[in-house]
Structures are given as C-alpha cells and as structure tokens.
DNA sequence: AATGAATGAGGATTCATTCAT
DNA sequence: AATGAATGAATCCTCATTCAT
C-alpha cells in the first residue's frame, strides 16, 4: 500500500509529461491524476524536477531491461540482434506508451541531474557496443555508433510519434517493414 | 536600422524556443537576448503564442523555399532529387541553425494556430507529392509517405540534435554518408 | 475561523470597491487589506472580476432582505410603507456602511456579470411593484416608477455620501427629514 | 489651430471618463479619439490626472457659468429662480452631455487636486447662498443647505443617468415634472 | 510642435512549495 | 503519513510616460 502511492504519482507524471511537456504540467495537475493531495508529493520526491529525474531513471532502466533480454540467449547472428532489438523497442512501446515519448524529448536536458546523464550515456554505450560488434563482422558500415544509432532512433521515434498523433496508422507488418529499413539504412 | 528591432526578438525568440522550448523560455528572456524592452514585443506581436506562431511561419516558409529552390531545375532522377532534397536540408540548417530544431518539437501543436498548421501540413503535402512520385517510379519502397518521411526526417533530425549538442563530430562527408543511409532505406 | 479567510478578502475588497472603485484597487491592496496572501484570493474567487460580482450578488441580496423585511407585516398604507422602506435603506446603511456606495457605483455595468444584471433588476422590480401600488391608490404622483425611484434612491445615495465625506451631519431627525422631502417630493 | 489640438484633446478624454470612468480610460485611447498622437496630450498636460483635473475645473466652471447666467436677471422669486436653476440643469446637460456625469463622479476625489476642490466647493457655496435666501424668505424648508442641495442634485442627477442608460425616457415634460418634485421635496 | 516607438514599472494571475492539522 | 489551504515569487501583459526624430 505505500509504494502504491509513490507508484501512483510515478504513472501519472509519465501521462502527463509526456502528452503536455515538463513545463505545461502543474504539480496540482499530477496529484489530481495519482489522487493524491498535492502535498503528498513532496513526501516521496523532493519536488517537480526531482520527480522528473526519478521517472527518467525509471524509463530508462525498464527500456535497457526490455532491449537487454529481448538480446539474451539470441544467436551471434548480428541481423537477428538488431531484429531483438528493434522488437524491444516495440515491446517496450508497448508495455508503456508514453515511455519512448518521455525518454525522447529533448528539452529535458535542462533539468536532469548527473545521475541521469550518466544513466542515458551507459544505456547508449551499451547500444555503441552492440554496434562496434557488427561493424567489426562486417555487416553494418562504417559509420560512427553515435551516427549509426541516430538514424534507427530517430526513425523509430518518429515513426511512432506519428503512430500516436494519428498521421501513421500502426499494423504488425508496419514494424516489420520499419524495420527493414532501418537494417538497410545500416548494413554494410 | 528600421525593421531591426521586430527581427532581433524573432532571432532572440529562435534561439531560446530552440535551445530551451516555448515553455522552459520567459518573455523578459527573449527581451533582453534581443536587447529590447520587455513590452516592445507586444509593439510587434500580439502575445508570447503569437510570436511562436509568427516565427514557426517564418521557419516553415524558409525551410519550404530552400528545398523547393534545391529541387528547382533538376532533372526527373528521383535519386537525384532526394539528393538534393537532403541537402537542402543540411543548407537551410547552416542558414538557421536553430529553425530545423524549432521546427520540430512536438510540443508547439499545443500553441500553434490554424494557419501554421495549414502551412505545416501543405509543405508535408509537397514530400508526400515527391514520395509518390518516386514509388511509381519504382525507385522508393511501397510504405505510406508519411512513414517514409518520418523515417528519413527522423534520421536526420537526430543526427542533427546530436551534432549540436557535440557527440556527433560534423563533416562534409558525414552528410553524404546519411544520406545515402536514408536513400538506402527506403529505396527499392 | 473557517468561512473567515473568505469573508475577511469580500470584506477587504467591499471597503476597498467603494471607497476607491474597482479599477482603482489592486489585487495586492485587497490581499493586504484582508491579511491573506495575494493567491488566496484566486483560491475563493475567478478573478478580480469575479470578487465584484461576488460581493456585488452578496450586498443586493442582503439590501433587498432588509427592505423586504422592514416591509413585512406592515398596514396596508402606503405612506407607512415608505417609511418602513427609507428606514430599511437606513438599516441597511448602518449594518455595511459601504454597501450602498458600493451598490450605486454607475461604472459596475462594465464588468457585471448576467447573475448580477438580473438581482439587480428583480430587486428593482420590487420597487416598481410598490410605487404601481401607490399610484394606484392614488398617493403617489403620476411619474413613471423608474423616476420615481430615481428621485427617492437619488435623492438618499447624495445624503448619505455626503455624510459619509462629513460634509453632512447625521442625525436621527435628519433621517426623518429627508425621509418627509422625498415622500414630499413624490406624493400626489 | 493650436488651442484646437488642446481641446480636441479635452474633449475626448470628457466623453471616455464620462462614459468608461478615469481609470478604465488609456492615455492612447483618449489620443485616438482625439487624433493626436499619444506624446502631444503631455504638451498640454502635466499626465493623465492632470488632464482630469484641468478638465474638471473646466466643466464646473461651465457649469457654474450656464447656472449663473441663468439666474441673471430673475425676479426675486425664489420659486422662479429654482425653476431657472433647474433649467440652467438642463441646458448644461444639453451642451455636454457628459460633463454632469463627469462632474458626479465620486471617485473623482482620488485625483482632485486643492485648485479643483476648491472650485468643487465654490459651487456649491453659491447653491448653499441660494438656499439660504430661500430659506429666509421662509419658502425653503428648515434644513441645511448640504442636505437641500443633496436631495435636488440627487434626483436630478440619479433621474440623468437613467435618461443616459435608455432606463428613463427622455421628454420636456419630464422635465418639468422632476423639477416640481424635487421643488416639493425642499419647499416648506 | 507633433509624433509614436520604446520603455519598464506595476498590475493580474499562476503555481511550486510549505505547513498546520 | 497525508492533506490541501495558504503563500508569494515569478510570469505574462498593460499602459503612463519619455524622447529621438
């Protein structure tokens, strides 16, 4: 029952940040959607922008867990990697909406703490790693991993950023199909 | 030295709506970036959401001319013009540094107005004319335009955040790389 | 000291309304006034606006509770209740001294609200309903109510603001004087 | 030419206080309707409440010359030489339609500085004179000047302001009738 | 003399945060 | 622990006034 609340406050900051934007949500707007009293936030998180950084923490680790096991077990095949995950990516688009959309906007930057940099420079480490391998085995060309990841996630979020605002209607084969793309863009 | 001081508040305007977004930017902020008097811009604009929309219009419509101009006298090779459609891209981007990123938060939709969406939605309407053109000429894969143009504009954009913010070095040849990263991803 | 904090800013903005005007005083003077914060005040009421209106629905409905009272159970002579009525406009004076400026103020027709319009006409028509009964009679002359009413309301709002400045001297013979030059004035 | 830019001035900031009241007038507004720039209003004027006192002093000085003269040459009945008053009332109003309503503003007083106090109170110590005699002569009832005048001034201005708001229709036979009235109420 | 663009102080209003209950 | 009333700093915006032309 007590990390309920937390939780509570957590879920609809998420809904809100990422459907009005940081600076157009009041703190009163979240307590109202977690039906919480206002003050109670303060209990849990040490104000607006903390709870920011707490969610950002949040989404990222959920996002590199949903992309490190859609990897694990996965044969050294690096297409078959690149197809777990991308498929991670839709996995955790899946399991929560507003996480991508959350995790991408860029003028968060202003207010996130060390921790979270960190945080989001390891995630994408981890995705520099991945692409090092597949450029040393000789399948995906040779641009920088920085670039390399830019194209497919910027692909992917735009793609869905447009699934949700209803410009692009969402079918399995879409993702297939994005994905297609994606892996032409950077194969060798 | 006349219409001077209207256009120190749009660049000024640009600048922070860029680097920090509509919300995250203070009226006097804008005013004394642009070394005016905090209500000389309600001399020029009706109010904060109005300057935003003046200027959004002021980007789509240069935005819309450099690519048209880039595509002016070209001929019918659709590679061709996709070529010269990304490099419009990357000139309006020298020319304006911070209008493609302005352009593309999401979050204006919140504070646009009808006829920034107009003009938003005809220059989308003119990539979507190019897209078609190229599908039925068999050189550019059989998805939607707007999923075409989110993935090669998604791309781009996200080289280009990460270019500005320094963890993508910037060269010459790096743009001719993305872009046939792109071409190769939604080619036939 | 519940209901306190509200009743202290109509008290407040009362005071200040008819001593200054609306345009006159600011939110702060009100806030001051009230020894509440400045945002309390958009706590209880829509805006500054909305407070007139407030405070404008509050004071007619307790000046019209007064007159109606002092009328109830009187005789059925006319003279008698106009006495019973000019006494209740005293009545009314004492209890909320500023409530009759207040009420007179001509420039609250700019920012009166439907509700308040409406009160302000029943309460009116109250009026006329009594002088209709005079004519009728035959003890009040042959003016239209509304000049009637003029002369009467006219003729006691001037008084009293003047004993108000301490340009007039109060006395109970006063009252009772005026009282007979308005009945003086009207009677056939 | 050069006294008419003053007095277009004057004139239009008469209309805008009479019919919007001090405060909710602009200084641009009053420039507009003058057509004059903004700047030109402070070459003949000190500021705002300057222009509002020299404005002032000028109706009442209007005013208490149309009342004057309307007494030049009566015959010394009292009686007659209300019915002139009253008439020179009317003319006044006639003239300027909006100067009684400026002049009856209360919250005048804000603003008012000695010089147009002053002349407030010259006024009406010509009235009190008037009543005095009237007194005297035993055809005036037994109370104070203040509150004779009050009572008079009262029903005409209250009976004038209803005429304005379309409450009241206007005809020279009303005219007459609220003078009788008011003549009723004061006289013994 | 006349203008009106420019200013910034000051007003209304919002909202993150505190704190008494 | 939880609340939400209360606050006042900070925001957007207006407008009296100045001053370069």
Sequence with gaps: MEATKRDAILEAALKLFANRN??????????ESAKVGAGTIYRYFENKEGLLNV????????????????????????RNKFHRIFNGLFTYTEERPEGVVFLSYQNHDLYLDEESRQMSQEFF??????????????VICELSPEVIISIVFGSFKEVYLNIRSGSIHYSKELIVDVENCCWNAIKR
Excluded: R, W
Excluded at 22 to 31: E, G, Q, Y
């Design 22 to 31: 940081f600076d157009a949500t009041t703190v009163p707007m979240i307590a």
């Design 55 to 78: 969610l950002f923490q949040k989404c990222i680790t959920e996002f590199s867990e949903v992309i490190t096991q859609s990897l694990s077990g996965s044969e050294n095949n690096i």
């Design 125 to 138: 480490e981890f995705l520099y790693h991945f692409i090092e391998e597949g450029k040393q085995e000789g």
